[in-house]
C-alpha cells in the first residue's frame, strides 16, 4: 500500500470540547487512524492507544459483498 517501512507516529491534541483525542499519520500527513472519541485525561487516551499498539496480532475481518 505505501511501500517499503511505514514511518507512522501517534499524535495527541484537545478537541473543541477540551477532551483528548489521538490520531495516527504517516509520514506523508496521511491520517491513517483516529480515536473513536475524546478522552477526559491525556493518560486515557495514551492507555488507548497502548492498547492499540498491542493489538497488532488481532485478527482481520472481511467485508462481504
Known amino acids: ?12 491534541f ?3 470540547e477540551g477532551r483528548f ?3 495516527l499519520r504517516h509520514a506523508s500527513g496521511e491520517v491513517l487512524a483516529e480515536g473513536p472519541h475524546g478522552f477526559a485525561t491525556l493518560d486515557e487516551a495514551m492507555r488507548c492507544v497502548s492498547y492499540v499498539r498491542s493489538s497488532s496480532s488481532a485478527a482481520m475481518a472481511g467485508v462481504e459483498g
Open 1 to 12: 500500500l505505501y511501500g517499503g517501512v511505514m514511518s507512522m507516529t501517534f499524535e495527541f
Open 14 to 16: 484537545s478537541d473543541e
Open 21 to 23: 483525542r489521538w490520531r
